[in-house]
């Protein structure tokens, strides 16, 4: 059964820290990376690993957050730091094996 289940959201002041975890099952995902969607926004890119530890950034969080993977326990990870009001939104664990896979989501709040 195919599965990401996301953990790690909520709310934290402006210039505080957040770790965001994914767990997988159902098959290893070749991809896995974070999205997320504000409220009256499109839902956007923040990060992405390939199964060899290859990453990509969006502009907006380069330097400040990181995307990591367990192979071994199918967990992808995002560690959030120096966060910004802007940042607040709902994210989404995104997987690819042969298709997208989506999970719920989970809020981040950041106060000003």
């Known amino acids: 059964q195919v599965q990401l289940v996301e953990s790690g959201g909520g709310l934290v002041q402006a210039g505080g820290s957040l770790r965001l975890s994914c767990a997988a099952s159902g098959g290893f995902y070749t991809v896995m990376g974070w999205y997320r969607q504000a409220p009256g926004k499109q839902r956007e890119l923040v990060a992405g690993i390939t199964s060899i530890g290859v990453t990509n950034y969006a502009d907006s969080v380069k330097g400040r957050f990181t995307i990591s993977r367990d192979n071994a326990k199918n967990t992808v990870y995002l560690q959030m730091n120096s966060l910004k009001p802007e940042d607040t939104a709902v994210y989404y664990c995104?997987?690819?094996?042969?298709?997208?896979?989506w999970g719920q989501g989970t809020q981040v709040t950041v106060s000003s």
């Open positions: 995104h997987g690819y094996r042969l298709r997208d896979y």
